[in-house]
């Protein structure tokens, strides 16, 4: 049974740094990897989908990789901000339809 | 503006009272799920649906019912429920099949069953 794992569980860090944030799924037969953000008491936006066959995805600051065979995936935010404060999810979609979701980073940026 | 909606957003009810949650999408998806939200368990899967009457169980779908009569719409039944269904729910739509496309989600209905 798939399960994905994320690490670290939470995140502090001063306004400014790159940082990154790592994702492990334990079965490599997926469709796609997605990353997710969920801000408290709303709803998930998707931030990155890296198809199977891709290695990197590329949206603004943000670049997720994934690494299907060694069951990777790492999402690197670049010049860190307040605004990015949030819980980031890593989902995997396998052969059954459903995205099995990690629990989550929560990030913490301070000015 | 594409977007997926779900009302009630918050609800207070009590054991065995049915309920429905509803769950609407503007983007014509075929492909649309339920999932819920617990500390400690992360998201979870209940229901999903390939397509108009096409219908499937998740990983968790003990104590729900879902329809899906219409291509935009997918609504979740309690018939009883119980206070482990106190959650926060989240409906999901994508375009096709879902392992190819986004995943599009609503705001969540946050449920409390006394």
């Known amino acids: 049974k798939q399960e994905v794992t994320q690490i670290p569980a939470a995140l502090s860090v001063p306004e400014g740094e790159n940082l990154v944030l790592n994702c492990s799924f334990t079965d490599s037969a997926i469709y796609n990897l997605q990353w997710f953000r969920q801000d408290p008491g709303k709803g998930l936006t998707s931030l990155l989908l890296i198809q199977s066959s891709q290695r990197e995805q590329t949206s603004g600051r943000l670049n997720a990789s994934l690494d299907k065979s060694s069951g990777r995936s790492t999402l690197y935010i670049a010049a860190s901000q307040p605004g990015d404060s949030a819980t980031y999810l890593c989902?995997?979609?396998?052969?059954?339809?459903?995205?099995?979701f990690g629990k989550g980073t929560t990030l913490s940026v301070s000015s | 503006e594409a977007q997926v909606t779900q009302n009630p957003r918050y609800l207070i009810t009590v054991t065995g009272k049915k309920l429905t949650v509803t769950c609407s999408q503007n983007?014509?998806?075929?492909?649309m799920s339920w999932y819920r939200q617990d500390p400690g368990l992360g998201l979870r899967q209940i229901y999903y649906s390939m397509n108009v009457e096409v219908t499937d169980k998740g990983d968790v779908p003990e104590g729900y019912k879902v329809s899906r009569k219409e291509k935009r719409n997918f609504p979740l039944i309690l018939e009883s429920p119980s206070p482990n269904q106190t959650s926060l729910y989240f409906c999901a739509s994508s375009p096709r099949l879902a392992g190819q496309e986004t995943q599009y989600f609503g705001p969540g209905t946050r449920l409390l069953v006394l």
């Open positions: 989902a995997v979609m396998g052969a059954i339809t459903a995205l099995i």
């Open positions: 983007m014509n998806h075929e492909y």
